[in-house]
C-alpha cells in the first residue's frame, strides 16, 4: 500500500514539470512537496488521510492549470481509499467534501452536490454536527441566487446549517450563515424577513465577539432604504460607516457604504451632504484602486451635482470619463442629456438624445439600467415640444417597467402621459392617466402598509418563539435541579451519619487543643506584660524628643526671621547710602541710575520685610506687596500725582523665588511709565493686573495710557539695563513676555502657576 501511494505522489510531482524551477520562487510548490515528504514518512492511515486531504486542497486553492486539478482529484481518489477501513466516518466525509470541491471548480455542478450530500452523510453518521453544519453551508454555496428555484434551496440549506451552529454554539458562524441569510431574503424581496435575520447576525457577531460587521450594518441600510423608512436607513448606515472605518476596511464594502449614504441624503433632500459622501467614495476607490465601484459612484455624484444646479461640473465630470460596459456609457449618456437640457441647451442636448437611442438599441428592451434613463429622455422630448417622440418613449418605458413587475415605473409612465396630453390639450385622456397613476400609488401605499404588518407578525413570532424556548429552557433547568436536590438529599444522610461517629472525635481534639491553647496563652500574657513595659518606656524617650523637635522648630523659624530682617535692614542701609551718594552727584543720569537701584533694592526689601511680618516664612501675599510696591514709586514721583494706579490683583501667594523676579518686573514697568508716558502735570493711568487662567497659568499684565512704543522698535534689539533686566527675570520664571500698543503700552508676561484665586480690585488716587 505504502509503495503504491508514494508511486501516486511521484505521479503528481511529473504532472509539474516546471515544478524544480519554481521551488526557491512559489512558497505553494513548496507546501506541496513538504507534504509529499510529510506522507512518505507518515505511518497511521489517518495522518496519512489529513495529508492527502491538505495536499488536494492545496492544489485545488492554488490551481494555475487544469492538471493541477486532476492531481488534486487523484489525491482525493487514494484518500477515499483509506477512508473506508476508518472509525470515525468524519475522514470520509471531509474527503467527499474535497471530491466535491474539485468538481464545482471544474464547472460539474451536479455532480459536486451529489458528492457533497455522500459528505453529508457521514458526517451525521459520525455525529458531528460541526462538521454537518460546515457542509450544509458549503452545498448551499453550489445553488445560483439568481434563479428563484435554486435560492429557495440554498436558503433551506443555509437554515439547516444555522440548527447544526446552534446546537455546537458557534456563534461566529451563526453570524456568517444569519448574514447570508438575510442578504438570500432581500434578494427574494422579502425584506422583513431579511431584518429579523441580519439582526440576529448582529446578536451572534456580539457573542463572538466578532467587529468587522459593517455588512450586516450595510445589508439593514439597503433593506430599509427599499422600504422608505430613511431614517432607519441613515441610522444603520452611518453605523456601517463607523464600523468599517474603524477595523479600516480596504473592500469594496466601504464603497457601497459612502454610496448609499449618500442615495440616502439625496431621498431626504440633503444634496451638499450626497455630494460630500459621493466624493469621499471617489476617493476611496481611487485610493485602492477599486473599478467596480467608480461608475456608480460618478453617475450618482453626476447627478447630484445637475439637482443642485451644478450642471457645468457635471458636464465636466462626465465628459472625462471613459467606461468599458455599455450600461454605463447609456447612464453617461442620459446625464449628459439631462444636464444640457437643464441648461436650456437643447442642440447639445440632441447630440446626446441620439447616442442614448443608438445604445439603447444594443441593449435588451428589459434592461432595468434603462429605467435610469427614461424619465431624462422625456423630459428633453416633453420641453423640445418632441411629443410623438416623446410617446414612442413613454411605450418604451412603460414595455420595461411592465417587464420588470415595476409598479411605481408604471405610475410615473401614466404621469408623463398625463403631462403630454395636458400640453397638447387632450384632456379627458389626462385626467384617465392621472387617475390611473392615483390608483397604482394608492395600492402601492397599500403594499407598503401590507409588508408593514408582515414585519410586525414576524418580529411577534420571533420573539413568541425566544419565549418559549426560554421557558423550555428553564423547565429543563429545574428539572436538572431537582434530580440534583435528591442526589444531594441522600448524599446528605450519608454525610450526617459520617459527621456523627467523626463528631465525638472531633470533640476530644477539640478539648485537647483548648487546654493546650490555655497554656500557651498564658506564657504569651507573660511575655506581653515584659513588652508592654518595654514600650512604655520607649514612649517616654519619643515625647522627650518630640518636645526638643518643637522647640528647635520654633529656634529655626525665629532665626529665619532674624535673618529676613537683618537682610531687609542691610537693603535700607544701602538705599540709605546710595540717597546720600545721590547728594553729592549733579549728572542727571546718574541720579537717575541711582533712583532706578534704589527702586529694585526696595522692591526686594519690601519682600524680606512681609516674610519676616508674616507666620508663612515661604510664601508672599502678592496682593499686599503690590500696593505697597506701587504706593512707594508713585511717591518717588512728585511731578506726576496726576498719574492714577488701577489695580487688578487676585489673592496669589507665591515662592520667594517667584515673588523677588515678579518684584524687579513691576518696578523696572511701572518706573519706565512714569518716566516716559506722562509728561508732568499731566494725567494718566497705570494699570497691574495679576490674573489666573484656567489652563494653569497667571497673566502679570502692565499697561498705560501713553503714547506707546515707536513703529520701529524691536523687542530683540533692545539692550537697555531695564529691558534686559525684564526679559531676563521673565526666563528665569519660566514665562513668556511680549510688549504691544493697545491705547498704550502693553507688557504682559504668561507664568506658570495653579493657585485658586477670587479677583479683587483696587484703585489708588
Not at 232 to 257: N, P, Y
Not at 401 to 426: C, E, P, T, V
Not at 547 to 562: A, H, R, V, Y
Amino acid at each position: 500500500m505504502k509503495k503504491h501511494i508514494i508511486k501516486v505522489l511521484t505521479v503528481i510531482g511529473l504532472m509539474f514539470p516546471s515544478a524544480n524551477r519554481l521551488f526557491a520562487q512559489d512558497k505553494f510548490m513548496q507546501q506541496r512537496i513538504s507534504l509529499e515528504k510529510d506522507f512518505q514518512k507518515a505511518k497511521a492511515d489517518t495522518l496519512k488521510i489529513s495529508i492527502l486531504i491538505k495536499l488536494g486542497k492545496n492544489l485545488l486553492d492554488h490551481q494555475k492549470e487544469k492538471n493541477d486539478l486532476r492531481a488534486a482529484a487523484d489525491a482525493a481518489d487514494r484518500a477515499l481509499r483509506l477512508s473506508k477501513s476508518i472509525d470515525p466516518k468524519t475522514y470520509a466525509g471531509r474527503v467527499y467534501e474535497l471530491k466535491s470541491s474539485i468538481l464545482e471548480a471544474d464547472g460539474k455542478m451536479p455532480e459536486a452536490r451529489v458528492l457533497q450530500k455522500m459528505a453529508i452523510k457521514y458526517f451525521q453518521a459520525a455525529g458531528d454536527s460541526l462538521m454537518t453544519g460546515d457542509a450544509y453551508r458549503k452545498l448551499g454555496r453550489t445553488y445560483s441566487y439568481q434563479d428563484r428555484r435554486e435560492l429557495a434551496e440554498r436558503i433551506k440549506l443555509d437554515s439547516i446549517s444555522l440548527k447544526c451552529y446552534i446546537k455546537t454554539k458557534q456563534f461566529l458562524k451563526m453570524g456568517y450563515v444569519l448574514e447570508s441569510l438575510g442578504d438570500l431574503n432581500h434578494i427574494r424581496n422579502e425584506i422583513p424577513m431579511a431584518i429579523s435575520y441580519l439582526n440576529q447576525a448582529l446578536v451572534a457577531y456580539d457573542k463572538a465577539k466578532f467587529k468587522s460587521v459593517q455588512g450586516v450594518y450595510q445589508y439593514l441600510t439597503v433593506c430599509y432604504y427599499q422600504t422608505g423608512d430613511l431614517k432607519q436607513a441613515l441610522r444603520f448606515g452611518l453605523e456601517s460607516q463607523r464600523v468599517a472605518e474603524a477595523v479600516k476596511d480596504s473592500t469594496d464594502m466601504t464603497a457601497h457604504i459612502y454610496n448609499h449614504l449618500g442615495k440616502i441624503y439625496m431621498k431626504l433632500g440633503q444634496l451638499n451632504k450626497a455630494i460630500g459622501y459621493y466624493k469621499t467614495g471617489l476617493a476611496f476607490v481611487k485610493r485602492y484602486h477599486d473599478d467596480n465601484m467608480q461608475p456608480t459612484l460618478s453617475m450618482n455624484l453626476a447627478q447630484s451635482l445637475i439637482f443642485t444646479h451644478k450642471e457645468p461640473e457635471a458636464i465636466q465630470m462626465l465628459k472625462g470619463m471613459h467606461f468599458k460596459e455599455t450600461d454605463d456609457e447609456y447612464i453617461k449618456a442620459g446625464l449628459l442629456l439631462y444636464a444640457h437640457t437643464s441648461l436650456k441647451e437643447y442642440q447639445l442636448a440632441d447630440r446626446y438624445y441620439q447616442e442614448t437611442v443608438r445604445l439603447a438599441a444594443t441593449m435588451d428592451a428589459l434592461n432595468t439600467t434603462k429605467i435610469f434613463i427614461f424619465p431624462f429622455v422625456i423630459r428633453y422630448l416633453f420641453e423640445s415640444r418632441r411629443f410623438d417622440e416623446a410617446i414612442r418613449a413613454i411605450d418604451a418605458c412603460e414595455f420595461n417597467y411592465r417587464g420588470n413587475h415595476n409598479d411605481m415605473g408604471i405610475a410615473i409612465s401614466h404621469h408623463w402621459r398625463f403631462k403630454l396630453d395636458s400640453a397638447q390639450g387632450k384632456y379627458i385622456p389626462a385626467i384617465n392617466h392621472l387617475h390611473a397613476e392615483q390608483i397604482i400609488l394608492d395600492s402601492l401605499m397599500n403594499v407598503t402598509k401590507v409588508k408593514s404588518i408582515a414585519q410586525m407578525e414576524i418580529q411577534y413570532e420571533t420573539e413568541k418563539k425566544e419565549q418559549q424556548l426560554l421557558l423550555k429552557n428553564q423547565n429543563i433547568q429545574l428539572l436538572t435541579k431537582q434530580g440534583q436536590l435528591q442526589k444531594a438529599s441522600l448524599e446528605n444522610a450519608a454525610l450526617i451519619r459520617n459527621i456523627t461517629i467523626g463528631g465525638a472525635i472531633i470533640l476530644i481534639i477539640l478539648l485537647l487543643i483548648t487546654y493546650s491553647r490555655y497554656q500557651i496563652k498564658q506564657r504569651s500574657h507573660l511575655h506581653l506584660q515584659e513588652q508592654q513595659s518595654t514600650i512604655n518606656k520607649k514612649n517616654h524617650t519619643l515625647e522627650a524628643l518630640v518636645n526638643d523637635k518643637d522647640s528647635l522648630l520654633q529656634e529655626k523659624e525665629w532665626l529665619l526671621k532674624e535673618i529676613h530682617h537683618r537682610v531687609k535692614n542691610n537693603l535700607q542701609i544701602v538705599i540709605s547710602l546710595l540717597n546720600s551718594q545721590s547728594c553729592y552727584l549733579d549728572n542727571d543720569a546718574a541720579l537717575s541710575a541711582i533712583r532706578e537701584s534704589q527702586h529694585r533694592m526696595h522692591s526686594i526689601s519690601l519682600i524680606h520685610q512681609k516674610l519676616y511680618q508674616s507666620d508663612n516664612l515661604a510664601r508672599i501675599d502678592m496682593v499686599e506687596y503690590i500696593i505697597e510696591l506701587t504706593n512707594y514709586l508713585k511717591g518717588s514721583f512728585d511731578g506726576k500725582k496726576n498719574v492714577k494706579m488701577v489695580l487688578e490683583i487676585e489673592p496669589v501667594s507665591m515662592d520667594v523665588a517667584q515673588a523677588v523676579p515678579v518684584g524687579l518686573i513691576i518696578n523696572e514697568a511701572v518706573t519706565n511709565a512714569f518716566k516716559y508716558a506722562f509728561r508732568a502735570g499731566n494725567d494718566g493711568v497705570i494699570m497691574i493686573a495679576l490674573e489666573e487662567t484656567e489652563s494653569g497659568f497667571f497673566f502679570l499684565t502692565i499697561s498705560d495710557n501713553g503714547p506707546g512704543l515707536t513703529s520701529d522698535f524691536d523687542i530683540n534689539q533692545c539692550n537697555s539695563l531695564g529691558m534686559s533686566l525684564m526679559k531676563g527675570l521673565s526666563h528665569q520664571l519660566n514665562g513668556q513676555i511680549e510688549l504691544f500698543n493697545s491705547n498704550g503700552l502693553t507688557l504682559r508676561i504668561k507664568v506658570p502657576v495653579i493657585i485658586p484665586v477670587i479677583k479683587e480690585l483696587f484703585v489708588l488716587g
